[in-house]
């Protein structure tokens, strides 16, 4: 499989746990944020987004928390399966998605 | 399927080789992308294209190259390579709309130049 970091947090839950990710984003201005999802052996798949306007945002399973006033970015996900098993990322950006900075990555491991 | 198709998934080569990576888009989004993942760093954007116009490169050394013929073709040829340059290229493409657009990427071309 790939290997994208030596150094990512890693978060390891039991199958049916919640599970939080957290990220913290480094620049003020950015106002659209994404989490990415990407499994052994493949590209990063979108998961959620969120803008600036808000502070929060659900999906299936999955809620997007953004707290501006300490730049932080969290993903829960709800009632894990072995198929969320996969590195996590956050991206974050201003002014439309070209310019996507995405933050280093977890690892989330779903033990049976 | 992401419908972003990248080629070659492997690629190994020498320093001194000319290869190409090739990216196909069938999303009929205006806007491609390259990435580049390596081992300890985050994912790091190389190039934009918007239009087949390139619009961002972010500071990549000259031995890469890349080149839009079109909206969905996408290339990154590749030239006196150095062996911390192998890593795993991502293409991506999205529909550039006001305030964001959802980036696609595809499965990644994995190089290993030895």
């Known amino acids: 499989g790939e290997s994208v970091g030596l150094h990512l947090p890693t978060l390891s839950v039991q199958e049916g746990d919640n599970s939080i990710i957290n990220c913290a984003y480094s620049?003020?201005?950015?106002?659209?944020f994404i989490w990415y999802k990407q499994e052994s052996g493949k590209g990063p798949q979108f998961i959620i987004d969120i803008r600036s306007n808000m502070d929060k945002r659900q999906g299936q399973r999955v809620t997007v928390l953004l707290n501006k006033t300490v730049k932080h970015l969290s993903l829960q996900i709800a009632a894990t399966q072995p198929g969320d098993s996969a590195v996590y990322f956050c991206?974050?950006?201003?002014?439309?998605?070209?310019?996507?900075?995405f933050g280093q990555g977890t690892r989330l491991t779903i033990n049976p | 399927e992401t419908g972003v198709t990248q080629t070659p998934r492997h690629l190994v080569m020498g320093m001194t080789n000319k290869k190409s990576l090739k990216c196909e888009q069938h999303l009929g989004h205006n806007a491609m992308y390259w990435y580049k993942q390596s081992a300890k760093k985050p994912l790091e954007l190389m190039f934009v294209?918007?239009?087949?116009?390139?619009?961002e490169n972010n500071s990549v050394p000259s031995r890469f190259s890349p080149e839009c013929p079109n909206s969905s073709h996408l290339f990154l040829h590749l030239h006196t390579l150095q062996p911390e340059d192998s890593a795993l290229y991502l293409c991506a493409s999205s529909q550039v709309v006001a305030g964001g657009g959802e980036l696609f990427f595809g499965e990644g071309s994995r190089l290993t130049v030895l």
């Open positions: 294209y918007n239009f087949k116009e390139q619009t």
């Open positions: 620049n003020s201005a950015s106002d659209y």
């Open positions: 991206a974050e950006t201003f002014q439309g998605a070209q310019k996507l900075v």
